[in-house]
């Protein structure tokens, strides 16, 4: 009976110490964070859009001279900023192999910002609560250029999850010859097909005709505390049909097609918003188009997560290694 007691006492023991290690592996323990020291010049650096907003970010000068004058411009996600930590140590690793890159802010920016004012002092507000994510191509506009005055004659947009609707709009708009490469990293592929929350619209075309796009809605879609301005909300209903199915996944009209420039796709492989299965399907679709990039290629990202803490220099290495190819197999024109 003893005998069984301490047998059974050893493995309540043990499987004491199994649980408490999938907890602490599951619940508490987190990837460090580590920011590698500059070893490059950098420097913080402004620019202003078209309609007078200005935007920060940090320019991270490669030592070496960069092939093709091309610069690297990283821009953000949804409520994040051009210097939270993992966008720092890409930033560098990528000046480190011998690519200029700017990492930037545009309007979108944090939740909410103060973009500027008006003649009337009236706050204009931005960030993921307030900010028209339609605008954002004023901002990328305004980097590119930055980037050309410095002397560079070619750009690689990289756009970070919500960051990535902001760079295709703005080269399937403006069809920017400056481009030599987009890249969607962990961005949407598939379709934005959500159904339209009557209540949050009925308020917002209330409070636009009232004058009051600042006022915020609550999205009822979130299990947190989640708020939208009215004039935010609209923008998303009015985003055109070929940027909500992008890669024409469930359309015959995709803003892919007018996308000629290299594209280069990836996601993390430990908890990322896609997968190996949507990058197979986005390159399925567009191969289903008249037209479109001039190459595509994709990757998974071993190890990394959505911000990609702890595996920075890999998604550098992918970034600037595939910039290598295309400048190699002179199909970025």
């Given amino acids: 009976m003893k005998k069984a007691l301490r047998i059974f006492g050893i493995i309540l023991a043990v499987a004491i110490v199994l649980m408490g290690a999938f907890i602490y592996l599951k619940f508490v323990k987190k990837t460090r964070i580590s920011i590698n020291n500059p070893t490059l010049p950098e420097e913080i650096v ?11 970010g940090v320019l991270f000068n490669s030592q070496k001279d960069t092939v093709n004058h091309i610069a690297v411009i990283w821009v953000h ?8 930590p993992t966008y720092i140590s890409i930033g560098r690793a990528i000046a480190e192999r ?19 004012y008006t003649i009337f002092d009236k706050r204009l507000r931005g960030g ?36 990535w609707a902001a760079v295709r709009m703005y080269q399937a708009e403006r069809q ?17 097909s959500s159904p339209i929350d009557s209540s949050q ?46 890669f024409g996944i469930q359309t015959s009209n995709a803003g892919i097609t007018k996308i000629q420039c290299p594209l280069l796709a990836f996601y993390g ?27 595509v290629y994709t990757a998974m990202i071993k190890n990394a997560d959505h911000m990609y803490k702890g595996e920075e220099a890999q998604v550098a290495e992918m970034i600037t290694k595939w910039t290598d190819d295309i400048l190699k197999a002179g199909n970025h024109k």
Avoid at 271 to 278: F, H, I, R, S, T
């Fill in 98 to 116: 011998g690519y200029t890159c700017l990492l930037v802010n545009t309007r979108m920016h944090d939740l909410g910002n103060v973009e500027g």
């Fill in 46 to 56: 402004f620019v202003k859009s078209d309609d007078d907003i200005v935007n920060a």
């Fill in 77 to 84: 996600g949804w409520g994040v900023n051009f210097y939270s």
């Fill in 176 to 192: 920017d010859i400056r481009v030599a490469g987009l890249v969607l990293a962990s961005g949407a592929i598939s379709p934005d």
């Fill in 128 to 163: 993921g609560y307030w900010g028209v994510a339609g605008d954002e191509v004023r901002d990328i506009a305004a980097w590119v250029d930055f980037a050309t005055l410095q002397g560079f004659k070619k750009i690689i947009l990289v756009g970070h999850s919500a960051g």
């Fill in 269 to 295: 492989t430990n908890g990322d918003v896609g997968n190996e299965a949507e990058l197979e399907l986005m390159k399925a679709s567009i191969k289903k188009q008249p037209k479109g990039p001039a190459s």
């Fill in 201 to 246: 619209y009925v308020q917002a075309v209330r409070l636009l005709s009232e004058n009051k796009g600042d006022e915020l809605i609550k999205d009822p879609k979130r299990s947190f505390p989640s708020y939208i301005s009215a004039a935010t909300f609209m923008d998303i209903v009015n985003t055109p049909p070929e940027y909500k199915d992008f």
